[in-house]
Nanobody, 123 residues
Framework: QVQLVESGGGLVQAGGSLRLSCAASGRIFNIDTMGWYRQAPENQRELVATITSGGTTNYADPVKGRFTISRDNAKNTVYLEMNSLKLEDTAVYYC?????????????????WGQGTQVTVSS
């Protein structure tokens, strides 16, 4: 099977920085787009940023200019550098990846999610 394991969340003051990491492991043949989503209490899960295997990035408007997504294909890992954090960035952050998985008889593609990591920004 495949797992996505996130790390790097925590408590930070407004204006501070955090770096999230998400490592994929398992019977991975290839990883397509990877991304970060977040969900604040009583809100729907929303896109934060995505990055393709070729390095093309996409950001939600609220985080443009403050957050940077990157990936290390050799390590099957995606990162989210978060700067100038605001109170409204408080949420559980989820890693997502579209992964081609080796299975008996072939390869198939699935959409995988991490367990989530809490980011809390205080005033």
């Amino acid at each position: 099977q495949v797992q996505l394991v996130e790390s790097g969340g925590g408590l930070v003051q407004a204006g501070g920085s955090l770096r999230l990491s998400c490592a994929a492991s398992g019977r991975i043949f290839n990883i397509d787009t990877m991304g970060w989503y977040r969900q604040a209490p009583e809100n729907q899960r929303e896109l934060v940023a995505t990055i393709t295997s070729g390095g093309t990035t996409n950001y939600a408007d609220p985080v443009k200019g403050r957050f940077t997504i990157s990936r290390d294909n050799a390590k099957n890992t995606v990162y989210l550098e978060m700067n100038s954090l605001k109170l409204e960035d408080t949420a559980v952050y989820y890693c997502n990846a579209i992964i081609w998985v080796r299975r008996i008889g072939g390869i198939n593609v699935n959409d995988y999610w991490g367990q989530g990591t809490q980011v809390t920004v205080s005033s």
